[in-house]
């Protein structure tokens, strides 16, 4: 499953550049929400990137966040170097996907779906998209804990048009289904849970808009 719910304040580098703006490019996504501010002060937020296999490399846009915690980030047109990985079926699947579609193989990509303040208190507000808070708190007690209804948001940046469709067991042990048909540029991914015979089936897609609900979620230690 391609979730982070990792401190990002292990790793961040705010002056080590992630990305680079290009002339021609794609155009910047503006990402906006609320997040608990405890210190009652207007500071630095930070968008934290990660990848379909589950790692993880540091910032790759920052933008205000105001003192009653609404903010917005501007996540680049263009994304380049170590900011991307390429999408290959061995960094997606561990076991399984056979008939598995990727085309075409090789394009590179980045992902977000965590925020993180870092400048409000010794310890940075961290936020994932999320169908609920309910669903976030089971997730970080047991990342198994999934129900009928959960879901997560992601944003996904490729580098050209792609497709991926199959089933397989991911990096972290999940099973999951992908129907994904991505343009070049910023996209909106739901990993959504649905009803599987007497079980529950997660399927990331791409969307027009997130699920009905989804929004920024405070990791336990702001709720």
């Known amino acids: 499953m391609p979730r982070r719910l990792l401190d990002p304040v292990r ?4 002056t080590a550049a992630l990305f680079s703006m290009a002339a021609g490019a794609q155009r910047p996504l503006a990402l906006s929400g609320n997040v608990p ?18 790692s993880a490399s540091g910032v790759i846009a920052f933008g205000p966040i105001s003192a009653t915690g609404e903010f917005q980030i501007e996540l680049p047109g263009s994304v380049t170097g170590d900011a991307l990985q390429s999408l290959e079926l061995k ?20 992902l ?17 998209l999320a169908s609920s808070a309910d669903f976030v708190t089971r997730l970080e007690a047991d990342k198994s804990d999934v129900r009928v209804g959960d879901a997560l948001g992601y944003y996904l940046y490729v ?3 792609v497709t991926v469709r199959g089933t397989c067991v991911g990096a ?52």
């Open 91 to 110: 960094k997606l699947c561990v076991s399984g996907g056979q008939g598995f579609q990727l085309s075409p193989a090789g394009v590179d990509h980045a």
């Open 159 to 161: 580098s050209e048009r």
């Open 172 to 223: 972290d042990g999940q099973e999951v289904t992908y129907d994904l048909s991505a343009g070049a540029g910023w996209n909106r991914l739901a990993y959504e849970f649905e009803a599987a015979g007497d079980g529950v089936r997660g399927v990331l897609r791409t969307v027009r808009e997130f699920p009905a609900g989804m929004s920024w979620v405070a990791l336990k230690d702001y709720r």
């Open 112 to 128: 977000v779906n965590t925020v993180a303040a870092f400048d409000m208190t010794k310890t940075p507000v961290s936020a994932i």
């Open 11 to 14: 790793t961040l580098a705010l």
């Open 37 to 54: 501010n405890p210190t009652g002060k207007a500071g630095t937020i930070v968008a934290w990137l990660s990848h379909l296999d589950v």
